[in-house]
C-alpha cells in the first residue's frame, strides 16, 4: 500500500513502524504549517527537515518515504520569493515526486498568487502537483482552486486532495486525480467505501493526511480492510490503494 499524503514530521518513530507492519510500504510526505511560518528561513528549516531526518526516521521502520515539496497556503511569509526561488533546486532530489501541498485556505490575494506561481512552476517543470482543499467553506474555495488550476496548468499534472461528499459532485469531472482523505473527523473508512462505491476507482488516491490533528497512521489499511469486507474486487482495491499512486506520481 501506499499512504500518498502524510506530515511525518508530526509523528512519533513507532508510526512508521505501525504502518509497516500494516503493509504500507511508501508514503508520500508533505510540507506543510506544523508552527508559525514566520520567515522563510523557518520553511526552508521544514522542507530540510523532511528531506534529511523523517526520511531516515521512516526507512529505519522500512517505510519508504517520498517528498512533496512547495509552500503551503498557512506558510505564506513575507518573504517567500526566496523559498519560490530555491524551490526548482529542491525539487531536484531524487525523493521529490510532487510540489505540494499547495492551494488556498482563505482565497486571499497573496494565497491566490503564492498558489499560481507554484502551479505555473509545476507546468514549466511537468512535475505533480498535490493540491489542498480546506475543511471551512470546502465548497466555494475548492471552486475558486479549481479555475486557478484550469487556469495555470494542464490539470492532468494535479492532484486535488480532501475530496469528500460535499465537493465530490464539483471534481469529478476533474481532468486530473482525486485524492480521499480517511482521517477522523473528515471521513471514515466506511464514508471512503461508500464514495468508492458509487464513483468507481480510476480517479481516486486513498491517503492519510496523518498530522498533528487527530489522525491514525492505519487509514489506508483500514479503508482496504473495509473494501474486502464489503466485497470489492482485489483489482479495484489495489488500484486506489496503490497503483493509482504508483502510476500517477511514477513511484
Ligand atoms: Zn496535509
Do not use: W
Request: glycine residues 4%; contains cysteine.
Amino acid at each position: 500500500m501506499i499512504d500518498a499524503h502524510i506530515h511525518a514530521d508530526t509523528r512519533p518513530y513507532e508510526d512508521f513502524e505501525t504502518m509497516a507492519v500494516a503493509g504500507v510500504e511508501s508514503a508520500i510526505t508533505c510540507a506543510h504549517d506544523p508552527l508559525k511560518m514566520s520567515t522563510s528561513a523557518v520553511v526552508l528549516d521544514h522542507i530540510h527537515r523532511l528531506m534529511n531526518n523523517d526520511v531516515k526516521r521512516a526507512a529505519e521502520n522500512g517505510l519508504k518515504l517520498y517528498l512533496a515539496l512547495g509552500i503551503h497556503p498557512r506558510s505564506i511569509t513575507s518573504d517567500f520569493e526566496v523559498i519560490l526561488d530555491k524551490l526548482p533546486s529542491l525539487l531536484e532530489h531524487e525523493d521529490v515526486v510532487a510540489i505540494g501541498e499547495i492551494g488556498l485556505e482563505t482565497t486571499s490575494s497573496a494565497e491566490k498568487d503564492v498558489f499560481k506561481r507554484q502551479l505555473q512552476l509545476a507546468q514549466e517543470l511537468e512535475k505533480k502537483v498535490i493540491v489542498h482543499t480546506p475543511r471551512r467553506n470546502k465548497r466555494e474555495v475548492t471552486q475558486i482552486t479549481s479555475s486557478i488550476i484550469h487556469e495555470n496548468i494542464n490539470p492532468a499534472l494535479v492532484l486535488v486532495d480532501h475530496v469528500d461528499n460535499s465537493i465530490i459532485d464539483l471534481m469529478i469531472g476533474f481532468e486530473g486525480m482525486l485524492g480521499i482523505t480517511v482521517q477522523p473527523q473528515k471521513m471514515s473508512p466506511q464514508d471512503a467505501v461508500n464514495l468508492l462505491d458509487e464513483y468507481g476507482f480510476e480517479k481516486f488516491i486513498l491517503d492519510s493526511d496523518m498530522s498533528s490533528s487527530p489522525s491514525n497512521p492505519l487509514s489506508v489499511p483500514k479503508t482496504v480492510h473495509q473494501m474486502k469486507l464489503a466485497g470489492f474486487e482485489a483489482d479495484e482495491i489495489e488500484k486506489v490503494s496503490r497503483g493509482n499512486a504508483s502510476n500517477f506520481y511514477g513511484i
